[in-house]
C-alpha cells in the first residue's frame, strides 16, 4: 500500500507538472476538440489593469448594465471580468451580433460552391413570390442582403401572423434600386439563413456545427427559429463571452485557427472591410447629415461590410442591441468582447477607445 501511495502521488505530481508546462506552452488553443479548446490567458499589464479599474468605474458612474468584458492581445487574455449577473458559463443572447455568424455559413457556402454573391434572391423562392414581382425585387442579390442594400426603405416587419416570414419579405416594397441605399434589415438577414437552409438542408446552427463551432470548441449554441423552422438569422443566437472571442480571434486571423483555415480568408476580408455607406438603424440614408453623426465622433458611420460594421481606430465588430459586441482591432492584434444590457451603446465603445485602447 505505501509502494502504491508513493505511485499514486508521483504520478499526480508529473500530471500537475505537465498541465504547468502546457499552460506555459500552448498557444491560443489546446487541441481542436471541443471540450478542449480554451483560450491561454496571461496575466494583465499594470496599465492594462489601471485602464480596467477606471472604465468600470466610468462604466458605474454613466450606469451602463456591463455583464462582461473580456481583453484579447496576440491571441492571449489579458483581462476578463463578469458582472451585474454575467456568469462564464452563461450564454448571453446576442441579438444582432447573430448576423455575424450568419455570414460565415454564406461564405462557407460559397466556398463549396453551394451560393454565389451575385445569386438573385428571387431565384431560391419562386412559389413565394408575389403575383408581380417589381423590377427591382428582381434584381437583389446575395450580396446586397449582406451589405443591407436591398433597396428597402424601411425594414420589413415579420409581425404579419398569416404568413409565412420569407413571403412577407418578398411582399415588402422595394422602392429603391439594389445596392443604392442603406437600410438596416434584420429580415434580410433572416433571408440568407433561409437561402443557407434552402441549399445546404440544414439550418444555419445545424450547418456552422462541425465547420465553425466544432473546430473553435464552442459546445451546444442555441439558435431562435421562426414558426417555419428557420434559425432567424438576424438575432435569436446564445453563446458564451468565451465563444464570442473565438470568433473575433478568428477574424483577426483571417479565418485561421489552430493552423487551419476554418473560414475563407478572401471572404473574411471582404467580410470585414467597408463595402458600403452605412448609418444606425435609427436614423434614415437621407437624413445622416442633420443627425449630427460624424466619422470623428460615431462608430455608425464607419462603412458596412458583409453584416459586419467598421469602426474608428481602423477596427470593426459584431455588433447587437442592448451592448453585445465583438471588437476587432487589427492594428494591436487585439479583441475586446462585451456582453451588456443597456441603451447608449455608443456610450459603450467611446469606454473602450478611451480607456482599453491606450494600453494595447
Known sequence: MKHSACRYGLSVLLSLCCLCCNAETHDLLQPSTAKAVSLKRTKPKGCLQTAMEAYLKDAREQELNIQSVMVLQHGKVLYEKWLNGGEPQLPHVLNSVSKTFTSAAVGLAISEGLLSLDDKLVSFFPDDLPPSPSENLQKVTIRHLLTMNCGHDSEPSRRNDTDTWVRTFLSWPVQHEPGTYYCYNSMGTYMLSAIVQKVTGQKVV??????????????????????????????????????????????????????KQVLPESYVTEATRAQVPCQPSWVRADKVAESGLTPENSDWVQGYGYQVWRCRHNAFRADGAGGQYIIVIPEKDAVIINTADLRDMQAELNLVWDHILPCL
Open 206 to 259: 445545424d450547418y456552422l456545427q462541425p465547420r465553425l463551432f466544432d473546430p473553435l470548441g464552442i459546445e451546444a449554441p442555441r439558435w431562435d427559429e421562426s414558426p417555419q423552422g428557420i434559425n432567424c438569422g438576424g438575432w435569436g443566437l446564445y453563446l458564451k463571452t468565451e465563444d464570442l472571442a473565438k470568433m473575433g480571434q478568428l477574424l483577426l486571423q483571417k479565418g485561421k485557427w489552430n493552423g
